[in-house]
Each structure stands twice: as structure tokens, then as C-alpha cells.
């Protein structure tokens, strides 16, 4: 060995002897001491992580029982559906003043709407006045809701009364003057074997005589819309009332989510928007046809809610969550996974799952055979945000 090799060994076994003592055998005695706690501690918070997961997926039943349903491809956003910025110039009217004017009619230049709080009101000028109020207090939460009332379709009948639709509460003429509200039809009844559980939109003929309205669902009310959307459940119906006879006629059955309603001219058909569908359908109420039904335009980019008529002969259709394309749609991708559907909603409740629910306000203007000729747009809704439907009255676009 020579004298650089001898450096060598000793500079190897030098640290060696050094650290080849106590303290050693305490860090390695150290080490996996701490290596066995890690482990039983990671093990222990997976266990105490995971097994409510587990109970919630095994025990807990889920709140829905969606069925599977196919949507189309959404068509390209292109063309009529070019997105804008056009409802970003609306003007916020009775902001913090008002909540929930779902439906809009008027009568002359007065503005009537119903709102959150079971009121139907009147907008004068800058003042709100209150024409009636179809339930009782208290008003404001979920739990009330039922007795409080929540007015959505509004209309104006040919004698100046007013035909509101209470989700709850049923179908009520209401005097605009006098604030009187005779219900017609009872919210809850159970007609032709199903519950009126959840009343929507109204429409009525030019004589008065007939009613023709949408219940969304014999089985969830207007406060777990989003388990109807998610069930996709076919318990939707459309009913017509006679104000004469006061009989009470279901004209057709097996509609997910049937929102909005619109007679056309003749009065022989309504088109209705199937929601959950993402379509509008045409119900034939009168005629040689009574009974039967068609689609008006399948495969919106959007889940239409309202349909009320334009100027120019077409009809005004209002959406408030779209099917981006390019772009993701979750209920897309959702209606063919309704696995997914039970767990999400053994997890979260209705209130957190809207906070997922991209903000996009559509108003769109179709015509016979469903051509669409303008839309007006707000991506993201930062000044229209929900949009439930679109009125038009002296040139201005009003909003719900």
C-alpha cells in the first residue's frame, strides 16, 4: 500500500470510528421508531377519512333516483348562437328591493311580477306596491316556502284580471285593483292519480275561457328543482282548466321537467320548454290534432325556461344555464352517469351544488320550425345573472 492509498483508507475509516458509536445506533434506533408512528398515524387518519366515505357510499341512501336519458351533441355556438355581451348593458332595476320576479306582465305601462316572498306586485314609476299576497307569513326560508307561496307564471286575461301560477298554492285570478284572488285550481291535488306538486307557467286564451299550465313533477316541489334536473324523472304534465266547467283535463303526461308555456295564434297548440331536455316541445290542446305532440326545436345550447312572444312574430326563450360547445356541459355529461348524480348528492346539498353551476344568461328569438334569429348573452352573468324570461313591452326588454 502506498502512502496515497494509506490517506485513503484513513480518511474512509476515520469517520467511521467516529460515528460508529452510540450516537449512531440512537438515530437508527430513532428512525424507526418514527417511521412506525408515521405509518400508524397515516393509516389511522386514512381510516378516519375514508370510513365516512365509506359509511355515506355503502349506508346512506341517496336523496334522487336518476334515470338515464341521452342529450344530443350541443350544437356549435356559432352563427345565432354566437356568444355576446348584449344583456351586459341592461339596466339592474329595484336592485335589493325585489327577489325572485320570475314572470312579467303588465297592463298598460304598469309592470306586475310575482316574487319570493308569495307577494304579487306592481311596479309603478320607482315604487313597488303590493297587490296581494297568496300565502301566509312567515316568508323567507326554504321550510316556509310551501305555505308562504312562490308565484312564477304571470299572465294578463282578457277581462284586466290576472292569472297567476303559485308553485305551491295552485292557480289563482287575481284583481289587480282590488288585490281579490280567487283560487281556480288547488296546488297539491292529486289529478288523474298524481300529485300537483309543482305548478310552474300558465298560459290563456284570448276568450278567458281556457287555462293551459305546466306541473314540472308529481314528485319534487319548486324548492328541489335541482333533484328534479338531476332525476330527470318523466312525471311532468300538462294540464288545461276550463273556466267555465272547472273541469280539470290532463292533455300530456311523461315531460322532464316541463317549465314554460306559450299558446300560439290559433290557440289548437302550446309550445312547452322541456327543461332537462334542452327542447321545446309543441302540445296540440285543440283541433284535429288534440292530444298530440311534436318538437318545436330539439337540442337548444341551452336548458330553456320561459317562452313568451316577440314583435315580429317569433317567441322570446330565456335560459339560464347553457351547453357550452366548444366547452364542457357537467349535465351533458351527467345524464348518462347517474351513479355520479346518487353520490353527489349524498354529499352535498342543493344550496353547495349551485354554487358549481356556471352563471351564463341566454335570451334567444325563434321562429316557426324552430330558427333561431337573434340571441343576447351575458357569459358569466355579471349584470343578468338567472334570467327566467324575457318580456318585451314599449321597445325595452324586461327580465325576470
Not at 348593458?89 to 320576479?101: K, S
Not at 310552474?200 to 314540472?216: E, H, M, P
Not at 348518462?336 to 342543493?350: G, H, N, T
Request: charged share 25%; proline share 6%; net charge neutral.
Amino acid at each position: 500500500m502506498n502512502e496515497t492509498e494509506g490517506l485513503r483508507f484513513r480518511r474512509v475509516n476515520r469517520p467511521q470510528v467516529i460515528t460508529d458509536d452510540l450516537p449512531e445506533n440512537r438515530s437508527k434506533g430513532s428512525g424507526t421508531y418514527s417511521g412506525k408512528v408515521f405509518k400508524v398515524t397515516l393509516i389511522s387518519l386514512g381510516c378516519f377519512l375514508l370510513l365516512p366515505l365509506l359509511v355515506i357510499i355503502l349506508i346512506i341512501e341517496s336523496p334522487i333516483h336518476p334515470e338515464v336519458f341521452s342529450l344530443k351533441e350541443p350544437p356549435l355556438m356559432k352563427g345565432c348562437w354566437e356568444p355576446n355581451v348584449k344583456l351586459r348593458d341592461a339596466q339592474r332595476l329595484f336592485e335589493d328591493q325585489i327577489t325572485g320576479p320570475e314572470s312579467i306582465a303588465n297592463i298598460g305601462d304598469v309592470l306586475y311580477a310575482g316574487t319570493a316572498d308569495g307577494k304579487i306586485v306592481k311596479l309603478v314609476g320607482r315604487r313597488i306596491i303590493t297587490v296581494a299576497r297568496l300565502g301566509k307569513l312567515p316568508c323567507g326560508s326554504k321550510e316556509e316556502e310551501s305555505t308562504c307561496g312562490r308565484p312564477l307564471g304571470i299572465r294578463v286575461g282578457p277581462n284586466g284580471t290576472l292569472f297567476v301560477a303559485d308553485a305551491y298554492l295552485g292557480l289563482f285570478e287575481v284583481n289587480p285593483t282590488t288585490g281579490e284572488a280567487i283560487r281556480l285550481v288547488s296546488g297539491g291535488q292529486v289529478v288523474a292519480g298524481r300529485k300537483l306538486s309543482f305548478i310552474n307557467d300558465v298560459a290563456v286564451t284570448q276568450d278567458g275561457k281556457k287555462l293551459y299550465f305546466t306541473d314540472s313533477s308529481s314528485r319534487w316541489q319548486r324548492r328541489d328543482y335541482l333533484q328534479l334536473i338531476m332525476e330527470a324523472t318523466a312525471d311532468g304534465r300538462v294540464l288545461e282548466y276550463d273556466t267555465e266547467t272547472r273541469e280539470l283535463t290532463v292533455l300530456m303526461e311523461n315531460l322532464r321537467f316541463p317549465n314554460g308555456i306559450q299558446l300560439l295564434p290559433d290557440e289548437e297548440s302550446v309550445l312547452v320548454a322541456e327543461t332537462t331536455m334542452a327542447r321545446i316541445r309543441r302540445v296540440h290542446v285543440a283541433g284535429l290534432n288534440k292530444g298530440g305532440m311534436d318538437t318545436f326545436i330539439d337540442n337548444l345550447p341551452g336548458f330553456p325556461d320561459n317562452i313568451r312572444p316577440s314583435s315580429s312574430g317569433g317567441y322570446w326563450v330565456a335560459m339560464s344555464a347553457v351547453r357550452p360547445n366548444p366547452g364542457f356541459s357537467m349535465l351533458d355529461f351527467l345524464s348518462q352517469r347517474p351513479w355520479i348524480k346518487k353520490f353527489i348528492f349524498k354529499l352535498f346539498s342543493q344550496d353547495v351544488l349551485m354554487k358549481f353551476v356556471p352563471r351564463y344568461s341566454l335570451v334567444a328569438e325563434l321562429h316557426d320550425g324552430g330558427v333561431c334569429t337573434r340571441s343576447f348573452h351575458d357569459p358569466g352573468g355579471l349584470v343578468a345573472a338567472y334570467v327566467s324570461e324575457a318580456h318585451k313591452h314599449a321597445g325595452s326588454f324586461y327580465l325576470g
